[in-house]
């Protein structure tokens, strides 16, 4: 098993969070922001480049790369993705905080290494609905084949 690791992600975490709402206090937001999650991730795993877009925040420093690099990125790869873990850190008046791993696996005859990314995952309003911002690995495991 390989591991890499961020050392970014913890000082965005420790800007974002100063006096930030605690997980516990707002169930409701969190299980929104898991549902944002997971249909991004349902439609990436659908291979709906439109539908995995319609999740990013248009003005998301992630955005344009994103919708320039996805098609290609799906035809590339036959992949099949799983939240494992959603934990919710918190929040202040503009943007909300999680911790996320996502399990990504190959198809059969891919030469894809699977693996599960463990990173932070930050949310933004657009419009009244939560769309996501950005993310940083904070590490990855590659799986044994």
């Known amino acids: 098993m390989k591991t ?3 050392a970014i992600a913890l000082p965005i975490v420790a800007l974002l969070l100063p006096g930030a709402c605690l997980a516990h206090e707002d169930p409701a937001l969190a299980a929104t922001l898991r549902g944002v999650l997971a249909s991004h991730l349902q439609a ?23 919708k320039g ?21 918190g929040h202040d008046d503009e943007f909300a905080v999680a911790r996320t791993k996502t399990k990504f696996v190959g198809s059969g005859g891919s030469s894809f290494q699977d ?13 009244g609905a939560w769309k996501l911002w950005s993310d940083e690995v904070l590490g990855v495991e590659f799986l044994p084949r």
């Open 4 to 6: 890499t690791r961020s």
């Open 115 to 127: 693996n599960v990314v463990d990173g932070i995952t930050v949310f933004h309003q657009e419009s």
């Open 69 to 89: 690099e996805l098609a290609s990125q799906l035809a590339a790869h036959d992949l099949r993705i799983e939240l494992v873990s959603f934990r919710f850190l």
């Open 44 to 66: 990436y795993d659908d291979e709906d480049v439109d539908r995995t877009l319609r999740e990013v925040h248009t003005k998301s420093p992630e955005y344009d790369r994103t």
